[in-house]
């Protein structure tokens, strides 16, 4: 299990939360978030309560202001760490371009900087990890909202979070 450590202010001020399990309401322990220490695991932290809203993984580090890890506001409400990711670990993913594994299909074990350039299409409507963990940003160069996936099936985009099947770019969860 990994440890995280939450901070009210910017540079590691203020009231603070030391974490090293998952947590579904992050609420009464502080009131906004604007720096994080991530001493060890990957994690990732949510918006809202019960693992919901605006997603954001982080891996071992300092951020010492809440633009360091891309947030659209400083509330974090809930955490999770990414379990059973090592370091080269084989991960494999499947993408379909329609819901309920329909369409074209390709299947990648890679990091990926541009889905259109790599597959030609620019939305992923369901897809099937079958091993590792991956990230999936909104836009190429792994930027933009992001929404982690675990092992699973994935039938349609709002299955991992997303209001809408743009997929510009996706990545592995490994170990540092």
């Not at 974490?19 to 060890?40: G, K, M, P, W």
């Not at 929404?147 to 709002?158: A, K």
Request: glycine residues 8%; aromatic residues 18%.
């Amino acid at each position: 299990m990994g440890k995280i450590t939450f901070y009210e202010e910017k540079k590691f001020q203020g009231r603070c939360y030391n974490c090293s399990s998952d947590c579904a309401d992050l609420h009464t322990y502080f009131s906004q978030c604007n720096s994080i220490r991530v001493e060890s695991g990957v994690w990732v932290i949510y918006e809202k309560p019960n693992y919901k809203g605006h997603q954001y993984v982080l891996y071992p580090g300092e951020y010492t202001d809440n633009q360091q890890w891309m947030a659209f506001s400083d509330s974090v409400r809930s955490c999770r760490s990414v379990k059973n990711v090592r370091r080269h670990a084989g991960s494999f993913l499947r993408l379909y371009e329609r819901p309920e594994f329909g369409g074209q299909m390709v299947e990648w074990t890679e990091d990926c900087p541009s889905v259109f350039d790599s597959f030609k299409f620019r939305e992923v409507y369901s897809c099937v990890v079958t091993h590792g963990a991956w990230v999936f940003y909104e836009l190429p160069n792994y930027r933009g909202h992001q929404y982690f996936l675990e092992r699973g099936e994935y039938r349609q985009h709002d299955d991992w979070g997303a209001a809408s099947p743009g997929v510009g770019s996706f990545r592995r969860i490994t170990e540092y």
